[in-house]
């Protein structure tokens, strides 16, 4: 079966005090391996813990999460860690890079807790540095790069375990338009050519308009699921800018 | 800056537990070997009285005589042998060689009293005593020094311009424990050492050897009274004399050495916890300022237990750091104390082993407590951290 995502009648409720606020109302959702999603929605909308449950980053408080058919919404924190690290990457709005540590020690961390660096690890983080045009830039430290090399390496240390999920969280909103077309190719590419399944946040149209299926929250709740309206775009535009 | 001032308390408590170790067995080194060395009947009485003599100076006259000796070996029970002396520093010419050494006067007895054996030739007699006889006994280094390779019994040796004849040799006793070599000395009659050496009519001291080690307390009681009789003192009024028991300078050295112990580990207990205190707040410090990146690890994979190791090592690294300083430290203190305070110190691998597995503890112990913390951060929050 196709399906690597499958949300089943998720709630995500916090108590606080004696109110019940209920960030997730109710949210069934299904994704196929390779499909790029955009979910977009006001603030307050659940588009930030949607996120952080399909991240693994949290469970929800009722109703399960079938990830590559496998139950994780019971999951106890250290197998979450796990899932996070063998199957999902993330990007982030202010790229989270580690400011003390190289670009090769950055886009390496994940593969230093799943306990295994060969050298063959090595050619294929500096294969990956290739392709997102990252070369050169090993011993760098993050301070010294722009925006969007950041942005870059952040993507780099997602994809380099080979995840079936990488979760974009606003991953341009730092970054001017020029950069932001920059990045959102290169996600593109990603998702085109090496067939990883991404799910994208952004509270812009325009950036959503990469993806080839845009889901609307409100309210904690499924508003629109329809397919996005460029969704024949974006893989000469990945092309051309690369 | 901040960590150099936080480890400074783990370098002292590290060095004064170095100082402390080395103290304690170099005072436990120098009591077996000045044991061994004079034995453990063996009794000094000196011609002043060290309680007065501390608080208001020699008197001048020194009341103790030969005859004082004399009488103790004969009154006293537990009392088996005597040996008076005097010592002074002079120089000895053999030919064209010269040295100087000590020259000090002995009775017949010393011998016994002192467990040593001769390397050749014969010792002192009482007829050598009697007649003043201008013999002498020598030591090994000044044997060496006079004579080479020669035999130098026969031989004939000035002191002060006066031919001596040397008729023994002293076999080699090697270091005393206080660093004083022991077979640098030449031994002669007393009476010729009096008379014809210092001019003098005083005894410096008397060596006395008690029937065995457990006799002594009542040797010494015995000794006590017989002078307190013969020097007419008062009762109420203090010696004009001082019985020295080997054990009991011993122990009294090993008590000190334990009270500078016990005020070492003190100094070490306290800076040691004093340091770690500041580990943990370095660490606390740290961790909170990384919140974001401990996120970031987490979001990637990063376990509890991963985070908890990691800052483990930081603050073990960061104690041991201070423990290797400390360590060094420590040696450099306890060579310092021992050159310019007399106290013997032994340094030994197990004590800086010891010293450098507490620094370890201190820095796994207290760097426990923001370590766990770090861990159990929540991944979310800790992303949103500013």
Known sequence: ?????VL?????????GEVKVAALNGIS??????????????????????????????????????????????????????????????????????????????IELPLIY????????????????????????????????????????????????NPTLLLADEPTGNLDSATSKDVMSVLTDLNHNLGITIVLV????????????????????????????????PASQAQASL | MRSSLTILGIVIGVGAVIVMVSIGQGAKAFVEKQLESLGTNVLIIIPVSITHAASRGTTGTITLTAEDAVAIVKECSAVNYVSPGVRTTTQVVYGNMNWTTGVSGAGQDYQIIRNWPLEAGRFITQQDV????????????????????????????????????????????????????QDDMVLMPYTTVQRKIMGVTYIGYVLASTTTAETRFEAIDQITSLLRQRHRL?????????????VEFASTVLETSRTMAILLGSIALVSLFVGGIGIMNIMLVSTTERTREIGIRMAVGAKGKDILFQFLIESTVLSSLGGIIGIMFGIFTSKLVSYYGGWPSLLSPLSIAV?????????????????RKASRLNPIEALRYE
């Open chain 1, 29 to 106: 959702l299904t994704m196929k391996k390779g499909e790029f999603v955009a979910i977009m929605g006001a603030s307050g909308s659940g588009k930030s813990t949607l996120m952080h449950i399909l991240g693994c980053l949290d469970s929800p408080t009722r109703g399960k999460y079938y990830l590559e058919g496998v139950e994780v919404s019971r999951f106890s924190k250290n197998e979450l860690a796990e899932i996070r690290n063998k199957k999902l990457g993330f990007v982030f709005q202010s790229f989270n890079l580690l400011s003390r540590t190289t670009v090769v020690e950055n």
């Open chain 1, 202 to 233: 952004t509270h812009e149209t325009d950036i959503a308009q990469y993806a080839r299926r845009v889901i609307v929250l409100k309210d904690g709740k499924v508003l629109n699921d329809t397919p996005s309206q460029a969704s024949s775009a």
């Open chain 2, 130 to 181: 009697n007649i003043m006889a201008k013999v002498c006994v020598l030591g090994q280094t000044v044997v060496t020094n006079l004579f080479g390779t020669l035999d130098p019994v026969d031989k004939w040796v000035r002191v002060h311009n006066v031919p001596f004849r040397v008729i023994g040799v002293l076999s080699a006793k090697g270091q005393s424990p206080t660093g004083q070599d």
């Open chain 1, 1 to 5: 079966m196709n399906d690597i995502i």
């Open chain 1, 8 to 16: 089943a009648d998720v709630y995500k409720i916090y108590e606080m």
């Open chain 2, 234 to 246: 008062k009762p109420g009024e203090e010696n004009d004399f001082t019985v020295i028991s080997q």
């Open chain 1, 114 to 161: 799943s306990k295994r660096i060969s050298k063959n690890d090595l050619e294929r983080i500096y294969q990956i540095m290739r392709t997102l045009g990252l070369e050169g830039l090993q011993k760098h430290y993050p301070n010294q790069l722009s925006g969007g090399q950041q942005q870059r390496v952040a993507i780099a240390r997602a994809v380099v375990n």
């Open chain 2, 355 to 371: 010293a450098f597995l507490f620094s370890n503890m201190v820095g796994i112990f207290f760097g426990y407590y923001p370590a």
